[in-house]
């Protein structure tokens, strides 16, 4: 039977090509000669970003997400948290990357392809949905 799947995910060599560059970035700016910046990637759930006061942490945020969009990864695959600044001021903050289909989104493009009346069957299988003929 032909069938095909319906899934939403990044492309982990582009984001990581993206936070290179990123880095390469950091290390060349000025205003971040004697900030201790850091981008680190988490396995393939999350970029967290490390800077020293507020101001760094959202120019960081700029520079990132600058470069994943150049690298044509949607920013709607990117969860944006708020900046956790500390009392001493150094700030850290997490963009989580959406990796497959959420389950009630699974759910309503499913009752779409119902509703559409073709000659299909549709199964939601971990986070995507395979359509069957």
Do not use: W, Y
């Not at 319906?6 to 290390?27: C, H, I, T």
């Not at 490390?50 to 969009?69: N, P, Q, R, W, Y």
């Amino acid at each position: 039977m032909p069938s095909f799947d319906v899934v939403s995910e990044v492309d982990l060599m582009e984001v990581k090509n993206a936070l290179e560059q990123a880095r390469k970035e950091v290390a060349n700016r000025f205003d971040f000669r004697e900030a201790k910046a850091e981008i680190e990637l988490d396995g393939d759930k999350a970029i967290k970003l490390s800077a020293i006061d507020k101001f760094k942490i959202t120019a960081l945020e700029e520079i990132v997400l600058g470069k994943l969009a150049r690298r044509n990864i949607s920013l709607k695959n990117i969860d944006r948290a708020d900046a956790d600044i500390s009392p001493l001021g150094h700030a850290r903050q997490e963009l989580k990357l959406k990796q497959g289909l959420e389950t009630d989104i699974a759910k309503t493009i499913c009752t779409a392809i119902r509703d559409a009346k073709f000659k299909v069957q549709t199964q939601i299988q971990d986070r995507q949905i395979r359509v069957t003929s």
